[in-house]
Nanobody, 113 residues
Framework: QVHLEESGGGLVEPGGSLRLSCAAS????????MMWFRQAPGKERELVAT???????TYADSVKGRFTVSRNDVKQMVYLDMNNLKPEDTGVYYC???????WGRGTQVTVSS
């Protein structure tokens, strides 16, 4: 059974940092594209970052230079390192495995002073 579980969210002040983790189980992570999405209150879910099987990455313009996506296929983990956080980064962050059409339940990130 495929399962994605996010963790690492929380409340952080503007300019702060967080590391989100996505633990994958029920399939072998190796070689698959993985994605991070977020959904702000009252807004549609948006793609934040993509990491290809070999490790190539792409980012939304709004997070370029601040967020870094990475993976550890041995540990079945995908990470999102978020630096210089802004209030507009607030939202629920989701891990996604597009090939298997799987979503995690999300982890809340709140950026506020």
């Amino acid at each position: 059974q495929v399962h994605l579980e996010e963790s690492g969210g929380g409340l952080v002040e503007p300019g702060g940092s967080l590391r989100l983790s996505c633990a994958a189980s029920g399939f072998s992570l190796s070689g698959y594209v993985m994605m991070w999405f977020r959904q702000a209150p009252g807004k549609e879910r948006e793609l934040v970052a993509t990491i290809a099987g070999p490790g190539g990455t792409t980012y939304a313009d709004s997070v370029k230079g601040r967020f870094t996506v990475s993976r550890n296929d041995v540990k079945q983990m995908v990470y999102l390192d978020m630096n210089n956080l802004k209030p507009e980064d607030t939202g629920v962050y989701y891990c996604r495995w597009p090939t298997g059409n799987a979503w995690g339940r999300g982890t809340q990130v709140t950026v506020s002073s």
